[in-house]
């Protein structure tokens, strides 16, 4: 079993930046892919990056180029470096980690208004 425990959202103007972290615990070395996925009220949950255990990354198109996923394995955690942040980019965040099963992480909201 992964468990997954979520952190760094809040409230921030557009054009501002976040760092949202997310820390696994059980079975990790099992772990081969982590990844944050968001969901808005009313849409469904899309993924926005993804890192595999190689290193390799992906993103969706609506965040290239401003967001960056990455990967610290001595503190078995994932961060989303979130920049330039859009009114558009406000939703829940959650943690993913794929390990043979799916662990999701309780959610973090981030908000962005002016």
């Known amino acids: 079993q992964v468990q997954l425990v979520e952190s760094g959202g809040g409230l921030v103007q557009p054009g501002g930046s976040l760092r949202l972290s997310c820390a696994a615990s059980?079975?990790?070395?099992?772990?081969?892919?982590m990844g944050w996925y968001r969901q808005a009220p009313g849409k469904q949950r899309e993924l926005v990056a993804r890192?595999?255990?190689?290193?390799?990354?992906n993103y969706a198109d609506s965040v290239k180029g401003r967001f960056t996923i990455s990967r610290d394995y001595a503190k078995n955690t994932v961060y989303l470096q979130m920049n330039s942040l859009k009114i558009e980019d406000t939703a829940v965040y959650y943690c993913?980690?794929?390990?043979?099963?799916?662990?999701w992480g309780q959610g973090t909201q981030v908000t962005v208004s002016s």
């Open positions: 890192i595999s255990s190689g290193g390799s990354t």
């Open positions: 993913n980690a794929m390990y043979g099963n799916t662990a």
């Open positions: 059980g079975t990790i070395f099992s772990i081969y892919a």
